[in-house]
């Protein structure tokens, strides 16, 4: 069987983006691959090296030609080969899934595996929207995955809590924080990864129009009230803290 | 002109940049409490490949060109100074001799073990006689044979406690002088005759173990003879050469953590009602670190770019060296005092490299010897 794990380019948790012309400017900001995706390229990794028979694992990415980057990383870590559909235009989950669905057909893949929340998008919509168009069934939200043959197990966060589940292939997956801790590429692999294979290919081939356009974009920013509250007596200024933050905050009971 | 890094040499970066601050940082209290480095460390190093940085794919390591192995290094200084000791004297002086003059056999029975983190290598040529005056150098080589008789002490050997393989240098022809001398590698445990004396006690770079080696008529195999007989004094200065460049390289990650160290204090820390970043007097050490660390990337960058291009970087390696390694002194000493007294503690990182930074201007050539070699090679 195969595996296709998705991989997007987002800015580094700590980076600092700038707007200009009311669009994210990611000029001079550290780009590296999505956390989430990271959780999935590592699983695929994982679920091979646990014994189940996976004959290869496949990343992509769409995007500009940076997200190479991402690709190496995915690569270096111990994916087999990329495929990197090119284009400057963002898309949108529903249109990015389209690209995804139609890999996944195309490579004969079983198992897609994406990040259950896009740091780019903030949307949890790529996962469901591929499963809509290939009439998989979808694990969201997994924080545990076996493989026997083609039958899959593990458990996912629900609403009030945590269900176990088994599911025949093929199937979307999506992953969080906590499923593993993503191994760091070493220096030998990374030096591999440059042999490997990244296929280059375009959008067109795949109808996948964006629908939505961003008009405008904003940084948010929080006002913070900056309530001091004078420590002389340490009794009085306990009494206010909580009094604080049980009544303003509501943070406590 | 291109000052952009290759994409994997960045990918290398980080990678290393993250395994030294986030799992041996996590350690770093330890390492300094007890002078040791934890061995699952060592075993995580061996794992990312840091101990086969220099060393031939075919012989199992990464197989990096100056200019890699020096982009490792800055990301390697960016970390615990004294876990970055054990793997640069390693990968660095320790290695290089036997890459560059090793027969094929030579190579084969070390190197797969040394990138594998199995052997720890290092490289003896000071002695209590011969520190900057390394042509005095007292210790015999006496051919008998088939085997090589060495006797004499070797001091302030890093790795030594720890090694697996050291490359010797010693007297084989007093007669001829600084062209009677040959390079040997001796394996210390394997090797009647050698004793590694006790450990060092040092200022910093906890972890990064020196001691003295001494040979009491210790019979190493003609076998093991590294290059030429009598190769000379030069050439065996040829090994720490290359190494300076990667000490500016060390050196720039250090100076590179200690501003990001500074940045982030001085935003949080507030006095007389604001953050003291907003101090010009605070901006100012800031802004100098900053151009200290340019500077010095460029330096290492260009030495790195030339050894890969097969120019001799002798004056340059040591202009590299002595710039980026005073200049780190000048920045642990700005870190501090942006620090303050949290600067002067034991639980703060400032104060860890402010000792360990020191050792930088001393070895591999003190920061004298480097304005030595520059000038001679000007009036030449």
Redesign the interface.
Same mark, same amino acid.
Not at chain 2, 47 to 50: F, I, N, Q, S
Not at chain 2, 61 to 64: A, F, R, S
């Given at each position: 069987m195969k595996i296709l794990t998705l991989v997007r380019q987002v800015p580094d948790a700590e980076a600092r983006v700038k707007i200009s012309g009311g669009q994210v400017d990611l000029e001079g900001a550290t780009l590296v691959m999505d956390g989430m995706d990271e959780y999935g390229v590592e699983e695929a990794l994982r679920l091979r090296e646990g014994g189940a028979a996976v004959e290869e694992i496949v990343a992509l990415a769409t995007g500009p030609k940076r997200v190479e980057d991402a690709l190496r990383t995915a690569l270096a870590m111990g994916v087999d080969r990329a495929i990197h559909v090119e284009t400057d235009q963002a898309l949108d989950p529903i249109a990015l899934s389209r690209v995804v669905a139609q890999v996944a057909q195309a490579e004969g893949v079983s198992l897609i595996l994406v990040g259950g929340q896009e740091a780019d998008w903030d949307s949890q919509a790529l996962g469901a929207a591929t499963a809509e168009r290939l009439g998989w069934p979808q694990l969201t939200w997994t924080n545990e995955l076996a493989l026997e043959g083609d039958t899959l197990t593990g458990r996912h966060d629900v609403d009030d809590g945590n269900e176990s589940f088994r599911v025949p292939l093929p199937a979307v997956v999506t992953t969080q924080q906590g499923l593993n801790e993503p191994r760091y590429p070493t220096l030998p692999n990374i030096m591999k990864a440059k042999k490997k294979e990244l296929r280059k290919d375009t959008l067109d081939a795949y109808g996948a129009a964006p629908t939505v356009r961003v008009v405008g974009s904003d940084i948010q920013t929080r006002a913070r009230l900056n309530k001091m509250i004078d420590g002389k007596d340490p009794q009085a200024a306990a009494a206010e803290l909580l009094d604080l933050l049980r009544n303003e905050a509501k943070v406590i009971a | 002109m291109n000052f952009t890094l290759p994409?994997?040499l960045? +990918?290398?970066q980080?990678?290393?940049r993250?395994?030294m601050l986030e799992v041996v940082e996590a350690r770093a209290r330890e390492i300094e409490d007890t002078n040791r480095v934890p061995p699952e460390l060592l075993r995580g190093a061996a +794992?990312?490949?840091?101990f086969?940085?220099s060393i031939p +794919?075919e012989y199992g390591?990464?197989?990096?060109g100056a200019l890699g192995r020096c982009a490792?290094y800055e990301a390697l200084g960016q970390g615990h100074m004294g876990f970055g000791g054990v793997i640069s004297a390693h990968a660095s002086i320790g290695t290089s001799g036997l890459v560059r003059l090793g027969t094929e056999e030579q190579k084969r029975r070390f190197l797969p073990r040394m990138a594998s983190g199995e052997c720890i290598a290092g490289f003896a040529i000071t002695e209590p006689s011969s520190g900057s005056d390394a042509a005095n150098i007292r210790t015999r080589a006496e051919r008998r044979g088939d085997v090589y008789v060495l006797n004499g002490t070797k001091h302030y050997i890093s790795n030594a406690p720890v090694a697996g393989l050291l490359t010797v240098i010693a007297v084989t022809d007093p007669a001829r002088g600084t062209r009677g001398m040959s390079a040997f590698l001796v394996e210390p445990g394997r090797t009647p005759g050698v004793t590694i004396g006790k450990i060092d006690e040092k200022m910093g770079q906890k972890g990064s173990l020196s001691a003295e080696v001494i040979f009491e008529d210790a019979e190493v195999p003609a076998a093991n003879l590294l290059g030429p007989e009598h190769l000379g004094y030069r050439e065996a200065l040829g090994i720490l050469t290359n190494g300076r460049v990667g000490i500016a390289a060390r050196a720039t990650g250090a100076m590179q953590r200690l501003l990001d160290l500074s940045v982030a204090h001085a935003k949080t820390r507030e006095q007389f009602g604001q953050p003291i970043a907003e101090f010009q007097a605070v901006q100012f050490m800031l802004a100098e670190m900053e151009v200290a660390i340019q500077t010095s990337r460029l330096l290492w960058q260009k030495v790195a770019w030339m050894v890969d291009e097969g120019q001799d970087v002798r004056r340059m390696a040591s202009v590299a060296k002595l710039y980026a390694t005073e200049m780190l002194s000048q920045v642990a000493d700005k870190a501090v005092q942006v620090a303050g007294g949290m600067g002067y503690m034991k639980d703060s990182p400032v104060e860890r490299y402010y000792r360990d930074q020191r050792l930088l201007r001393i070895y591999e050539g003190t920061s004298e010897i480097q304005k030595l070699i520059i000038a001679r090679d000007l009036l030449a």
């Open positions: - | 994409e994997d960045r +990918e290398m980080a990678a290393v993250g395994f +794992e990312l490949g840091l086969g940085l +794919e390591g990464v197989g990096l490792v």
